[in-house]
């Protein structure tokens, strides 16, 4: 069975309620392919995840922009799994780049928080990607496959996780990975849980392209044989996120 394409809109640190009202109702008066084409999947930020819940278009989900790394008590400002699960949020964003490096999340931290998210029953979009540096330097799949490593270390079941290659010099700098370069990462990564996980996750596992997709490149990324979907930040907020979504449409006549 081929991969279903994927569909992120990551929020960030966006929004208004009455802002956060008006994206929900352009994505739900949209005209997208079927559930069977596409998952869709929105991330508002935490104070309005049961907002976007309760209005939401049935065939979209919602994703908490992150969780804490094990089950909750004396630690403030954290939110735990066990509380998304609680408010029927069916996935997470975990291990994103801002969270890296602001916050200095490191590998392995992520990699728990991966494996304790799944434990609850939540699904995974796992972030990994290189810095603008790391791919000047020849070095990215070296840093990529180790921030796989950390996950797959602790993961034994990859049926719920999305993998999320999004190239930090790429997010929200107008600058994007061709889709020979979002290719050529996907492919490698692919080849690394074939031969480190197994070939079965290697097939079936989705790895989305993450870092500044908009209307006009998604098509042609789409059509790359190992992207499997997006991970949109900005142009999430904006009409264009339906093109996006819409770009699912290329895999399917492939």
Sequence with gaps: M???FFVGGNWKCNGTGEEVKKIVTTVNEAEVPSEDVVEVVVSPPFVFLSLVKSLLRSDFHVAAQNC????????????SAEMLVNLGIPWVILGHSERRSLLNESNEFVGDKV??????????????????????SGST??????????????VLNWANV????????????GKVA????????????????????????????????????????CKELAAQPDVDGFLVGGASLKP???????????KKNA
């Design 141 to 154: 799949m070296t840093v990529v496959a180790a921030q796989t490593k950390a996950i797959a270390d602790k």
């Design 178 to 217: 061709t889709p020979a370069q979002a290719q050529e990462v996907h492919c490698e990564l692919r080849k690394w849980l074939h031969e480190n996980v197994s070939a079965e996750v290697a097939a079936s596992t989705r790895i989305i392209y993450g870092g500044s997709v908009n209307g006009v490149n």
């Design 68 to 79: 804490w790394v094990r089950k909750g008590g004396a630690f403030t400002g954290e939110v």
């Design 115 to 136: 494996a304790y998210a799944l434990s609850q029953g939540l699904k995974v979009i796992a972030c990994i990607g290189e810095t603008l540096e790391q791919r000047e």
């Design 240 to 250: 264009e996120f339906i093109d996006i979504i819409k770009s699912a449409t290329v």
């Design 162 to 173: 999305v993998l999320a290659y999004e190239p930090v010099w790429a997010i929200g700098t």
């Design 2 to 4: 081929g991969r279903k």
